[in-house]
């Protein structure tokens, strides 16, 4: 197939098939469908999106992002999945995991979803690497740049600074202000 016109009668199948795993052409969702060596442990499907909106939708400052992990499991074994984040320079500037909140045990088919804060990363492109971790310390899947997200800025009033911020994170938290 060539711009969705068939250019052989042979193979159609065949063709057909390679024709359906182009890209999806959106950065934040990407199809893998790898598996462990031993065929038990597929990751199907990663991504960032907005929170409670589909993976089209652009991402800003201002919203919640969050992270999605579709798996099948057909092991007993205890599974987590690490993430590590890379700025547009290629520098790694998070890291975090399911460990500590939840383990992928779980057989079956299954979706998991990592939610950070609105206003935590700052504008900009990232890189997500994925590691499927096996009993805490085998790594089973390794995917490098499984996927990307950017994040654009907030709208602001005019006569404000429209620069970008240094670093990755922006971050807005909480302050206390104790009167002595």
């Keep these: 197939m060539e711009n969705g016109l068939l ?17 999806t052409g959106i950065s934040n969702y990407r199809i893998l469908n790898t598996k462990d060596e031993s065929g038990k442990f597929l990751l199907k499907e990663v991504g960032a999106r907005v929170k409670n909106e589909d993976f089209s ?50 057989k079956g088919n299954n979706i998991i979803t990592m939610q950070f804060p609105e206003y935590l990363f700052n504008q900009g492109a990232f890189f997500v690497d994925v590691l499927v971790v096996k ?38 938290f909480s302050c206390k202000n104790i009167n002595l």
């Design 7 to 23: 250019k052989s009668g042979r193979d159609t199948e065949k063709i057909v098939s390679e024709y359906l795993k182009v890209d």
């Design 135 to 172: 009993n805490e310390r085998e790594v089973i899947i390794s995917e490098t740049d499984a996927f990307s997200f950017n994040v654009l800025p907030t709208p602001r009033p005019i006569g404000s600074w429209m620069g970008k911020s240094e670093g990755y994170f922006k971050g807005r």
């Design 57 to 106: 939708t652009a991402i800003s400052m201002s919203d919640s992002i969050e992270f999605y992990f579709d798996f099948e499991n057909l092991s007993d074994a205890i599974h987590h999945i690490t993430i590590k984040i890379k700025g547009e320079n290629g520098e790694y500037c998070l890291s975090t995991s399911t460990f500590h909140q939840t383990n992928l045990h779980w």
